[in-house]
């Protein structure tokens, strides 16, 4: 098979049989979270005034991102993993645009399986692709980092990769984990002054977490929605 990683939300020009796209900090971290506090399905937007279109339609809908990592006025959830954790969402429809992981998802619809993850669903992503949509040796399989310079999505696609080719394990889980607390990206949330970025997200983010499903991207929808894949 031939694994390629890419980093940034840019379109890819070459097909894939199979995409993954990767958020650490936070977009798909808080994705998996979602799902976890019971939210049905996820759809996915490129601006803030197409979610605000879509609740003036469906008021239930829940609104979630960030612009440039801050939240968005009127939107009900931020882009926090500590707080969606917090939210009773059973049945719930979110609405999320984020600056780099939505945004590469958009952008990247014409593999013929796509899936989101974080970090923190990183293994069981890389292993239900693995073992269920590559049995040949000629596929092709993206892996973009969707962050353009994050070294925490280049280090989970790092690792995402090595499992799929069934590699002995060059990269471990404990050295992706360090690599996202000292990425760039996370300086500021381990900066006491800056108020708008919360250090227990990234605790969030590292943790790998055993559940029993994948975030699979329905592109024959209308809007491009993440909905769960039972494994």
């Not at 979110?94 to 990247?108: D, E, I, M």
């Not at 069981?124 to 070294?151: C, M, Q, W, Y």
């Given at each position: 098979?031939?694994?390629?990683i ?100 958009l ?25 269920n ?73 590292i ?14 929808s ?10």
């Amino acid at each position: 098979m031939d694994i390629r990683i890419y980093q940034g939300s840019d379109a890819i020009e070459t097909e894939a049989k199979v995409t993954v796209v990767i958020d650490v900090i936070r977009a798909f971290t808080v994705a998996h979270y979602a799902f976890l506090q019971g939210v049905k399905e996820i759809y996915l937007v490129e601006t803030v005034e197409h979610a605000f279109r879509m609740k003036e339609k469906n008021p239930d809908f829940v609104l979630a991102g960030e612009v440039n990592g801050l939240a968005i006025d009127e939107f009900d959830l931020d882009n926090s993993p500590s707080h969606i954790q917090e939210e009773e969402l059973t049945g719930k429809t979110l609405v999320q645009k984020t600056t780099n992981g939505v945004r590469a998802t958009l952008n990247n619809l014409s593999s013929n399986h796509l899936f989101v993850t974080g970090f923190t669903n990183a293994r069981k992503t890389a292993e239900f692709i693995r073992d269920n949509l590559l049995p040949g040796n000629n596929e092709i399989v993206h892996i973009i980092a969707s962050h353009p310079s994050g070294d925490d999505d280049y280090a989970c696609a790092e690792f995402m990769k090595q499992i799929m080719e069934g590699d002995s394990v060059l990269i471990s889980a404990h050295e992706v984990i360090d690599r996202i607390i000292h990425a760039h990206v996370a300086e500021k949330f381990f900066d006491e002054y800056n108020t708008a970025f919360n250090r227990e997200d990234i605790m969030y983010c590292i943790e790998e977490l055993d559940t029993n499903f994948v975030m699979k991207v329905d592109q024959t929808s209308k809007i491009p929605k993440i909905e769960r894949v039972q494994l």
